[in-house]
């Protein structure tokens, strides 16, 4: 290979494109021209050129000098790029493009993108909640059964996998009832509760404080295992 042509070719650089405008242009509403003239301009003012006019732009494209300027102004209008006032050393104002809304664009993109993603993880967990209580109980839930849940997961903010745990604990305590559950919810929201593990450790504690074998009972073992009566005061 030709070292002078790997060297200029390294010289003229390179315009590293982010994975994310890739993916995200078409949802911002762009097409492949409005993506190539970002580009182009991107490249411009990479090599120190911050203002190229729509003829600059024009000759590294397959469009017109006249549709280069309409892209233009679509992008200053998509609030993806904006012209800007720089200062030289010397005093000299100058225009600039500037690219700063078109990463704030893909900003607003991904975290729209996450917040979505989030809301669908949340509506999957509720849905699931419900087909797990349902479950358990062996039966479709009431109405009053589904306000309760409702009432745990919006008004007291309870997290569908804290929920969970409290039905388990109730299960395993053989005392399969909403006002069970509530009772084991508002005992770990008023102590911190806020993990499984921190759950399954509150629940350990407070059963180890409620058995107290004496020890006769110590010496034949136990067939049943001992569990905290939430319900009590």
């Known amino acids: 290979m030709d070292k002078k042509l790997v060297v200029s070719w390294m010289e003229a650089g390179m315009v590293q494109v982010p994975n994310l405008l890739l993916s995200k242009y078409k949802q911002m509403g762009l097409d492949e021209k409005d993506l ?8 411009f003012i990479q090599s120190g050129k911050e203002f190229p006019t729509p003829e600059e732009l024009a000759e590294r494209m397959t469009i017109s000098s006249t549709e280069c300027s309409g ?10 790029l904006s012209i800007e006032d720089g200062v030289t050393g010397d005093g000299i104002h100058f225009e600039k493009y500037s690219l700063t809304p078109l ?3 893909l900003a607003d993109e991904l975290s729209l993108e996450k917040k979505v993603k989030k ?3 949340t509506l999957q967990d509720e849905n699931d909640l419900y087909t797990v209580f349902e479950q358990e109980f062996g039966r479709p839930l009431s109405p009053m059964e589904c306000e309760n849940l409702a009432m745990w997961l919006d008004d007291d903010g309870q997290d569908p996998v804290i929920i969970k745990a409290a ?4 299960v395993l305590a053989g005392k399969l009832s909403f006002r069970y559950i509530d009772r084991i919810l508002f005992n770990w929201k008023r102590n911190g509760v806020r993990t499984v593990e921190q759950a399954r450790k509150h629940g350990i504690q407070f059963r180890q404080k409620s058995h107290h074998p004496d020890r006769k009972t110590a ?5 049943t295992i001992p569990f905290y009566n939430w319900l009590e005061p």
Do not use: C
Not at 36 to 43: G, Q
Not at 73 to 80: D, G, M
Not at 219 to 223: D, L, N, V
């Open 36 to 43: 190539m003239l970002l580009l182009n301009i991107m490249s």
């Open 71 to 80: 892209i233009l102004r679509k992008l200053i209008q998509k609030q993806v």
């Open 103 to 105: 990463w704030e664009r």
């Open 119 to 121: 809301i669908q993880q």
């Open 167 to 170: 039905l388990r604990e109730a």
């Open 219 to 223: 010496e034949s073992p136990s067939k």
